[in-house]
């Protein structure tokens, strides 16, 4: 079952920056808070992971909660390309752990 | 870079019929993951494998069956197929070590007529 919850859906202006909450209030210490967006019927695409420390890429920033139970993906300057689904899901790192897509959030970049 | 490759991208076949997926993982990933999203759902996990041994199992049913080879590439086998097969099938990879994220392919959309 997906440890996360998230909103169904959101709505953010197109050069805003678009901040996508989630809740992991059960995640255990070795689990990772990873952030993957499906864009209409592609393959999920990776965006960005962290343990505790915020982390941030050339795509976004996720900034974590210091109880770690929650989490916010920061999209700085959305586009209308960043249109999609978006998932927060817990994982042990590991090589061959599985991931387990949740409802996500559904992002709507308005013009 | 390389990506994750599917084939084919489009399949039609009608119920009762076998098909299968073919995924090509990214260069020096080791393990690879199936997944089926149905029509308006979420892709839900059915197998993964590493090293060429079955790791994990999800919801994949009987009929099915998956297999990764000495060159890392898998094959997804759908057999008796029935019309709720109609889905999307992702293939994603990984490599190896710790602290890695999974890479997916753009699917394959099999529909069953």
């Known amino acids: ?111 | 870079a390389a990506g994750v490759i599917q084939s084919p991208r489009h399949l039609i076949k009608e119920k009762r019929e076998t098909a299968t997926l073919k995924c090509y993982p990214i260069p020096r990933h080791d393990t690879v993951y199936w997944y089926q999203q149905g029509p308006g759902q979420d892709p839900q996990f059915l197998i993964s494998f590493y090293e060429k041994m079955q790791s994990d199992k999800g919801s994949i049913p009987d009929r099915f069956s998956a297999q990764q080879f000495s060159d890392y590439h898998s094959e997804l086998n759908m057999s008796s197929l029935e019309l709720g097969d109609s889905a999307l099938y992702f293939c994603a990879s990984s490599p190896q070590g710790m602290n890695t994220e999974a890479f997916f392919g753009q699917g394959t959309r099999l529909t069953v007529v």
């Open chain 1, 1 to 111: 079952d997906a440890k996360t919850t998230q909103p169904t859906s959101m709505d953010c202006a197109e050069g805003r920056a678009a901040n996508l909450p989630c809740n992991h209030s059960t995640i255990s210490g070795n689990e990772y808070v990873y952030w993957y967006r499906q864009i209409h019927s592609q393959g999920p695409q990776y965006i960005i992971h962290g343990l505790k420390n915020n982390e941030t890429n050339e795509m976004a920033s996720l900034i974590i909660t210091e109880d770690r139970k929650s989490s916010t993906l920061i999209l700085p300057h959305a586009t209308l390309r960043d249109t999609a689904v978006y998932y927060c899901i817990v994982r042990v790192a590991y090589r061959d752990d599985k991931i387990i897509f949740g409802k996500g959030t559904r992002l709507h970049i308005l013009p």
